[in-house]
């Protein structure tokens, strides 16, 4: 079974701080992954799209990294703003003959003042 | 102003009846989709639509009904055969379903309560 699991649950940081999201996925065959960032009571937002070959890809202060032989990613948020409040979603889509997408349940984070 | 949109936003609705959520997208994609989302849960396919007149059932489609008349327009319709429908509820688009590099873009959602 296609399984995307995301670690921490919740984080609190400071405004001005880093941090480290990762996601961890079984989902065969492989196809590609994408951060979503989600807004409290919004639709979310695509970040960024990771391939097989490809090892790290920024959006701005966001940048993702993959490691396809590990099956895990992370998503690093430099110089964190209030903004950046928000569930960050981590999507796998499988290799099929209509996109299939297994959802990761989010880590919530917080950017305090 | 291109985009997909929902309506309405918020939706109360009394146990046994049947209620229709709006989902319009003018970005020209031919696939469309509906997702729940439940506290601490990821999101959850429903219902999905890769051409107009045609629908596939996803992962929870049981008590949830769709159509697509149009290229532009999926409604979803949750029944009172839906056991626990208090949710948000997500529709999305993308160019084709046949890829997994299409981005799927999101609506803004309609949180449903069931009172």
């Known amino acids: 079974k296609n399984q995307v699991e995301q670690s921490p649950q919740s984080l609190i940081i400071l405004e001005g701080k880093n941090c480290t999201l990762q996601c961890n996925y079984t989902v065969s065959p492989f196809s590609n992954l994408r951060w979503y960032k989600q807004d409290t009571g919004r639709g979310p937002v695509s970040l960024t799209i990771?391939?097989?070959?490809?090892n790290t890809k920024s959006n701005g202060r966001y940048t993702a990294t993959l490691d396809a032989d590990t099956k895990q990613s992370s998503l690093h948020i430099t110089a964190s703003q209030l903004s950046d409040s928000a569930s960050y979603i981590c999507v796998v889509s499988a290799k099929s003959g209509y996109s299939t997408l297994t959802f990761g349940k989010g880590t919530m984070l917080l950017v305090s003042p | 102003d291109g985009g997909i949109t929902q309506s309405p936003k918020y939706l109360f609705r009394k146990e046994g009846q049947n209620v229709t959520l709006s989902c319009e997208q003018n970005?020209?994609?031919?696939?469309m989709y509906w997702y729940r989302q439940d506290p601490g849960q990821g999101l959850r396919l429903i219902y999905y639509?890769?051409?107009?007149?045609?629908?596939q059932k996803g992962d929870i489609a049981e008590g949830y009904s769709v159509s697509r008349e149009k290229k532009e327009s999926f409604p979803l319709t949750v029944t009172s055969a839906q056991k626990n429908p208090t949710a948000f509820y997500l529709c999305a688009s993308s160019i084709t379903g046949t890829s997994g590099f299409n981005e799927q873009f999101f609506g803004p959602g309609t949180r449903l309560t069931v009172l």
């Open positions: 639509s890769q051409i107009v007149n045609d629908f």
């Open positions: 990771m391939t097989f070959s490809e």
């Open positions: 970005l020209n994609h031919d696939a």
